[in-house]
Nanobody
């Protein structure tokens, strides 16, 4: 069974950068569309970005031009590079397939953008 583990979150000042990682174990991700989602208190979980391979990517309007999703199939890992972070990016970030599978949700990684 596939297990996804997110890491790389933390506290960063507005305008700063972070790179999140999502490591998969139990099965290869090669043929799947992989995505990053985020959830803030009181809001529904929202799609941030997804990637099939290479330049075949999608970004939500609120992160377009600031975030970059990538993947390394050899390492079975998906990344989210986040630049020019804003306070409204504060959330718990999760990776999953796109569309998501309920059984794949991990614990996520907290990103806090604050001065």
């Amino acid at each position: 069974q596939v297990k996804l583990v997110e890491s790389g979150g933390g506290l960063v000042q507005p305008g700063g950068s972070l790179k999140l990682s999502c490591a998969a174990s139990g099965s290869a991700l090669n043929s799947n569309i992989m995505a990053w989602y985020r959830r803030t208190p009181g809001k529904e979980r929202e799609l941030v970005a997804h990637i099939l391979r290479g330049s075949n990517t999608y970004y939500a309007d609120f992160v377009k031009g600031r975030f970059t999703i990538s993947r390394d199939n050899a390492k079975n890992t998906v990344y989210l590079r986040m630049d020019s972070l804003k306070s409204e990016d504060t959330a718990v970030y999760y990776c999953n397939r796109f569309p998501w599978l309920e059984d794949l949700w991990g614990q996520g990684t907290q990103v806090t953008v604050s001065s």
